[in-house]
């Protein structure tokens, strides 16, 4: 079987306008335009970019949560989505940003993690609580924690929760949507340990997103930059953060902070806010904030479309990085 575990295949995800107008059509909002990107087995991918630019949506695509408008998700080459059978799509889980949120509050902890191999049939129940234990013991939480209840946990300790409940369907692709940004700074480290750790034991592989880059740099072995549903540059790891082509990827990586008052980030601005979704830029969508478009390249940046191109290792969408 080849070593191709996901594929994304130019998923679009158009929505219409939330309230949307009283009077004439409702406006589209492209909330992912046009992504592809591949994962291996046990590969870890990180997400990038800022908020609004696709990353949560893509993530509910890949975990079969959101039916692509165009494009689509193959896993081992099977199509996968919400209409997938419940045998494959047990193969992929996800752990949300909120684990206060993503707990259902009535029920004790052992029946939540519990609760989707019930739903599946799977295994016998003597068997299902021991493979709950398991999962549990695993994400660090004792066997007295199956008869707590979600209030009675810390925000870590529900992520733990979180995490177990979808270990328990022995997934092969874990996607975290911005696992500990809703977590104290303290607890953050420790819940990107323990997604390392399970990874390499289980052999998951990761879809991983996250604003925080130097989490990404420590999770992921890949790394995609998304900005305005389009991923403009995906590299290995050490390739993106030292050689950064793109120039929004230079742009983000910019403004990560040194911590050295001495010497503050050689700080490159990035002009504005992201524009709408709704009302997508011509050419590059990039290029109205690009500090570089103005360049050479400047009129083909605002009338063409960039396709993604092989950069040693690394895949660019950018008309100034043309050999
Ligand atoms: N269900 C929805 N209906 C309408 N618009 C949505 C919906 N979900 C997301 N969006 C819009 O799609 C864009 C991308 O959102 P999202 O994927 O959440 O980005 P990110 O996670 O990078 O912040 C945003 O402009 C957001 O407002
Ligand atoms: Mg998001």
Not at 270 to 280: A, D
């Amino acid at each position: 079987m080849s070593s191709i575990l996901l594929d994304v295949a130019g998923v679009r995800v158009h929505f219409p306008e939330r309230g949307g107008s009283w009077f004439g059509p409702r406006r589209t909002i492209r909330a992912v335009d046009g992504v592809s990107f591949q994962l291996e087995r046990g590969e870890s991918l990180g997400l990038v970019g800022e908020s609004g630019s696709g990353k949560s949506t893509t993530a509910r695509v890949v975990a079969g949560l959101q039916t692509p408008t165009a494009g689509a998700v193959r896993l081992h080459g099977q199509l996968f989505g919400p209409r997938a059978p419940r045998s494959v799509r047990r193969h992929v889980q996800m752990v949300f940003q909120d684990p206060y949120a993503s707990l259902d509050p009535r029920r004790p902890i052992g029946w939540t993690v519990e609760e989707l191999l019930a739903v599946h049939g799977l295994l016998k129940p003597r068997q299902r609580r021991l493979r709950v234990l398991a999962a549990l013991d695993a994400c660090g939480l004792e066997a007295l924690y199956v008869h707590r209840y979600p209030h009675e946990l810390s925000g870590g300790q529900r992520q733990r929760v979180a995490i177990a409940r979808a270990l328990v369907a022995e997934p092969e692709l874990l996607v975290c949507d911005e696992p500990t940004s809703a977590l104290d700074v303290s607890v953050r480290a420790q819940i990107v340990n323990l997604l390392c750790e399970l990874r390499e034991r289980f052999e998951l592989a990761l879809l991983f997103v996250s604003h925080d880059l130097a989490v990404v740099r420590r999770v992921c072995e890949q790394v995609a930059v998304m900005y305005l549903g389009h991923v403009v540059e995906l590299a290995p790891r050490s390739q993106l953060f030292d050689a950064p082509r793109h120039p929004y990827t230079r742009a983000l990586l910019a403004a990560i902070p040194r911590g050295d008052p001495e010497h503050p980030a050689p700080h490159v601005a990035l002009l504005g806010e992201p524009p709408s979704p709704m009302h997508p830029p011509s050419g590059c969508v990039f290029h109205p904030r690009c500090p570089r478009a103005g360049d050479v390249a400047g009129e083909r940046c605002a009338r063409e479309f960039p396709k993604s191109v092989e950069r040693g290792d690394a895949l660019v969408a950018c008309h100034l990085d043309q050999p």
